[in-house]
C-alpha cells in the first residue's frame, strides 16, 4: 500500500508565476489536509477537504491560493502569482475516516517551493 | 500565547541517555499525535493517542487529559534520533485540522 505520494518534492518558480501542487492521498483514503512549513516556523493548517467538497478552509490566505479535491485524480494546491513570502514546504496527509474516534493522518514527503 | 507549547525547544544528549520532550495545551482536544521530522524534511507520525500511554519499540508516549499534558519518552537513545519532534493536538468541535507545537529539536551525540 504506497503511502501519501506528493510531486513535485521541488518547485521552483519566479515571482508572479503559479505553482501547482499535486497530492495523492492513500488509497481508501477520502480526507485530504494541505499544511505549511514557513522557513523556521511550525507547521501551520491551510485547508481539510473531502472529494468534491471543502471542508475547512479556515487557514488559506483569503487571495491566490485555492485547493480542490476532485472526484478522481489527485488532490491540487494552487497558487496563483506567487510572491517570495510563499517559499515553504507544503504537507499534505490523509486520513480514511473523520468519524469519533478519529483516525491517524498520514504525512506525505512535502514540496518544498522556492519563488525567486 | 500558543495553544500547544513543547519544552525544551532545543535538547543535545549523549547516546545512551533517557529523553524526555513535553507537550502543554490549552485546548479542549480529541487526540493528540507526537510526529517525527528528520532533517530531509519528511514527517512520521510516531504516536496518535488520547488516553493512557503507548509504546514502540524504545519510543513512549504517554498523555494527561485533566492536566492536558503529554510527554514523549525515548529510552537509550541513539544518534539515529536526532530530529525534530512535533506535538499536535487535534482540536474538538468539529474540526478536523491539527494544531502543531513548533516542535523540539533533538541531537543525540555518539
Known amino acids: 500500500n504506497a503511502g501519501v505520494m506528493q510531486n513535485p518534492r521541488h518547485l521552483v518558480r519566479r515571482r508572479g508565476q503559479e505553482a501547482r501542487l499535486r497530492c495523492s492521498p492513500m488509497k481508501g483514503h477520502s480526507h485530504v489536509y494541505w499544511y505549511r512549513q514557513l522557513p523556521e516556523e511550525g507547521l501551520k493548517f491551510m485547508v481539510y477537504l473531502q472529494k468534491e467538497n471543502i471542508i475547512d478552509e479556515s487557514g488559506m490566505p483569503k487571495e491566490r491560493f485555492s485547493a480542490e479535491f476532485p472526484k478522481e485524480g489527485p488532490s491540487i494546491l494552487r497558487i496563483q502569482q506567487v510572491v517570495r513570502g510563499d517559499s515553504a514546504a507544503y504537507f499534505c496527509?490523509?486520513?480514511?475516516?473523520?468519524?469519533?474516534?478519529?483516525?491517524?493522518?498520514?504525512f506525505g514527503p512535502g514540496t518544498r517551493l522556492t519563488v525567486t | 500565547k500558543n495553544e500547544v507549547e513543547q519544552s525544551p525547544q532545543n535538547l543535545t544528549a549523549q547516546e545512551g541517555e533517557f529523553i524526555t520532550i513535553n507537550c502543554s495545551y490549552s485546548v479542549g482536544i480529541s487526540a493528540l499525535h507526537w510526529l517525527q521530522q528528520h532533517p530531509g524534511g519528511g514527517i512520521v507520525s510516531l504516536f496518535m493517542l488520547s488516553s493512557g500511554k503507548k509504546k514502540h519499540g524504545r519510543l513512549i508516549a504517554t498523555i494527561n487529559i485533566q492536566e492536558k499534558h503529554s510527554s514523549l519518552h525515548i529510552t537509550a537513545s541513539h544518534p539515529r534520533d536526532s530530529a525534530v519532534y512535533i506535538c499536535a493536538v487535534l482540536t474538538q468541535g468539529g474540526s478536523e485540522k491539527l494544531v502543531f507545537g513548533k516542535g523540539t529539536k533533538l541531537t543525540v551525540n555518539p
Open positions: 496527509a490523509s486520513s480514511p475516516n473523520t468519524g469519533a474516534p478519529r483516525y491517524e493522518q498520514y
